[in-house]
């Protein structure tokens, strides 16, 4: 008989995650301790509520209000220190929670109020990875984690950023992305940084269609040549159900879903800033239905209060996902990922595969 679908058997699962920020996901102690060592203000004084206060922040319904909360976490992490801790501590939960591939994105140039120089940045937070993702390995979850380099929308430092990526692809460094309010920030204002990554075979992912509707999603496939779409929810809004059932697809709708262009997904934050009303109501039912490459991410999760394991746990709830489609997502989420075709093929056939075949037995 198969292992009954539980919160608790979900954590066995092998997962894959495409979208997850490192300064989103700090533990609410260790923000407590580094705010401590360098002075920074925070808004409460203990674990409680400090947990509390950013959760609160992050339910407001506003994109805006919940890119504030990162004022706190990312305002610790400005030591090469405090980069190598919160990315080792990171590599450790993630591997804790199943995940075997994850993709964490973060920004550099929003750490180097300390004096820090962006290669710096780069190279302390590979260095916190690395050694997450050997301790992991001696508690026996293995992890692989690839970083993005975030570029920020409202800035002018996207080419310098992407040429950082470039720089290091070889040492751990897998793509490039840019984040931000996306509404009168468009990715067109940054072409240059994107022309610079396709002349240089390089992979990158644009924030698209989570605060902003479907221009967004236009501009970051037609101009910018995305890979992949960061969220990608509002490609909802070019698809209608007709009185008998049937479902239309617009032009935007046909092509994301033709060209296999992958959504990354992030169903408790997307009900967060506003995005999708609630989890029964998010648009990756229907999206997994019409067969979009769709993917279940966890975004933010110290302000979402998630883990992959939460966030597939609360699909099982909302849509009466079995293993069977856990499978499907997990496996389109590898199928996604930014390195190379063969040790993407190696991971779904030596550990994706295997491990729900165990779960389905």
Request: a negative charge; one cysteine or more.
């Amino acid at each position: 008989m198969p292992t009954p679908l539980t919160p608790e058997t979900i954590l066995l699962a092998p997962k894959v995650l495409l979208h997850d920020h490192l300064d989103g996901g700090v533990r609410p102690d260790t923000v407590l301790e580094l705010a401590a060592e360098s002075g920074h203000q925070l808004p409460a004084a203990d674990v409680t509520s400090l947990e509390q206060w950013f959760r609160e922040s992050a339910d407001s319904g506003s994109l805006e209000r919940y890119l504030e909360t990162f004022v706190h976490t990312v305002g610790v992490m400005q030591t090469r220190e405090a980069l190598v801790r919160v990315a080792a501590e990171c590599a450790k939960d993630l591997a804790a929670d199943g995940v075997v591939y994850a993709e964490v994105r973060y920004a550099p140039e929003l750490h180097v109020e300390g004096g820090l120089l962006l290669t710096d940045v780069v190279e302390a937070v590979l260095e916190g990875f690395d050694a997450g993702t050997r301790a992991a390995a001696e508690q026996g979850d293995t992890i692989r984690i690839g970083t993005l380099l975030t570029a920020m929308r409202h800035a002018a430092r996207s080419r310098e950023i992407a040429e950082l990526a470039v720089r290091y692809r070889d040492d751990g460094v897998v793509g490039f992305d840019i984040a931000g309010a996306e509404a009168g920030f468009p990715p067109t204002r940054h072409l240059d940084a994107f022309e610079y990554l396709r002349r240089e075979n390089a992979h990158f992912t644009i924030h698209a269609g989570e605060g902003f509707g479907l221009p967004s999603i236009w501009e970051a496939l037609a101009w910018c040549g995305t890979d992949r779409l960061g969220h990608g929810v509002r490609i909802i809004d070019d698809i209608s159900a007709a009185e008998d059932g049937t479902v239309r697809l617009g032009r935007l709708a046909q092509y994301v879903r033709d060209r296999r262009i992958p959504l990354e997904m992030c169903p408790s934050s997307n009900v967060q800033t506003g995005a999708a009303a609630s989890i029964a109501e998010h648009p990756i039912g229907l999206l997994r239905q019409l067969s979009f490459r769709v993917t279940v991410n966890t975004d933010n999760r110290l302000m979402s209060g998630v883990s992959m394991s939460s966030e597939m746990a609360a699909l099982v709830e909302a849509f009466g996902y079995g293993w069977d489609d856990l499978q499907w997502l997990t496996l389109n989420a590898m199928k996604s990922a930014f390195i190379p075709f063969d040790e993407r093929l190696e991971l779904i056939n030596t550990v994706i595969k295997p491990g729900y075949a165990t779960l389905k037995a």
